[in-house]
């Protein structure tokens, strides 16, 4: 009870605080002392440290007697040239200038991987070191994301083969902007039908905007492989409007091909080669429509079950196929 009575004594004793001044000091900021001013601190600038360029390779082979080999860099890959890839990359173990002879994109400029189940990566990036113009990988398990990264660091490739393929890599066609294409083979692939090909045929307004690119990167094709494709004549239609240069086309074991689609396209396409074997709807009517190409040097009938023979002697007695066929420009395949 004493203990309670002195603090009663000492809140009565002190002095009470107004409200205003207790509140002004509960606001009062606190001070926060500066540092002593000192120089700033030094930015370094931000620069990209790349690597030196590779030296040229080496024009002779060193020997162990500190000579030059009697055969020079050309001589060497005179004699590799006459080798196989495989055998090439046996060579290129040997020394490291035979890596770097070895490495020539002269020998390289056509790379075969057909039929190789599985594309590793270090195949891929084996593919990109070498750079070839011409590139088969039909009948593998080559993916979208794998097509699409070879596709946009190989600026040098002009002829890609992806026979037996499917839809959702066929597609990674339409997100690159290059290479330019000339020989493109899709053959029984699947999914190959007439959306998929307007997807590559045809670029959307605002697909590639800021690039400049106003054409798809197949509007140079020259020759295009679809046989046993699920294509009609949309397509055969969308190749005459966007691919100008088109010569060679395989249509071959397109169910949906007819008459009516030859004859959209006669006169309007400057196509050298059609192959139309095993098209089961074609009939002797095409014929007439196929008179009206005029560069046409190769026509494949083949297993064209509604198209018969007497009809194709009449096609070639014409004046114009006549002298094509005389002088040996016109290869009529029935």
Not at 178 to 207: A, F, H, N, Q, Y
Not at 276 to 295: E, N, V, Y
Request: net charge positive; proline share 8%; hydrophobic share 35%.
């Amino acid at each position: 009870m004493e203990s309670e009575s002195s603090d009663d004594e000492s809140d009565a004793s002190s002095p009470a605080i107004p409200d205003e001044v207790a509140t002004s000091r509960m606001r009062r900021p606190v001070v926060v002392p500066k540092p002593p001013p000192g120089p700033p601190p030094e930015v370094q600038p931000k620069r990209i440290v790349r690597p030196c360029p590779v030296s040229p390779p080496p024009q002779s082979f060193p020997l162990e007697n500190d000579q030059n080999h009697a055969m020079d860099r050309q001589l060497w890959l005179s004699v590799f040239s006459f080798l196989s890839q495989p055998e090439l990359c046996v060579c290129m173990r040997v020394c490291r200038t035979w890596n770097r002879w070895c490495m020539d994109r002269r020998l390289w400029s056509v790379i075969d991987l057909s039929e190789k189940r599985a594309v590793t990566p270090s195949a891929l990036k084996g593919i990109v070191r070498r750079q070839p113009t011409t590139l088969n990988l039909s009948w593998t398990n080559v993916t979208f994301k794998q097509l699409q990264w070879l596709l946009n660091r190989l600026p040098r490739i002009r002829e890609l083969y992806l026979s037996g393929t499917t839809e959702a890599t066929v597609y990674a066609l339409s997100t690159v902007t290059c290479p330019r294409l000339k020989v493109l083979g899709l053959s029984w692939s699947m999914g190959i039908t007439d959306s998929l090909m307007k997807e590559l045929l045809v670029l959307d307004s605002d697909s590639r905007a800021g690039t400049g690119e106003n054409k798809s990167s197949l509007s140079r094709l020259s020759t295009l492989f679809l046989s046993g494709s699920d294509v009609t004549g949309s397509t055969l239609r969308l190749l005459v409007q966007h691919c100008p240069d088109l010569r060679k086309l395989d249509l071959s074991f397109c169910p949906g091909i007819t008459d009516q689609d030859i004859e959209s396209v006669c006169g309007q396409a400057s196509i050298n080669e059609f192959l139309l074997s095993g098209c089961a709807k074609l009939s002797d009517k095409c014929l007439s429509f196929l008179k009206l190409f005029p560069s046409l040097i190769r026509l494949d009938l083949r297993s064209c079950t509604g198209v018969t023979s007497d009809a194709v002697h009449e096609f070639v007695k014409t004046p114009k196929d006549l002298l094509k066929l005389m002088a040996g420009k016109l290869i009529v395949s029935m």
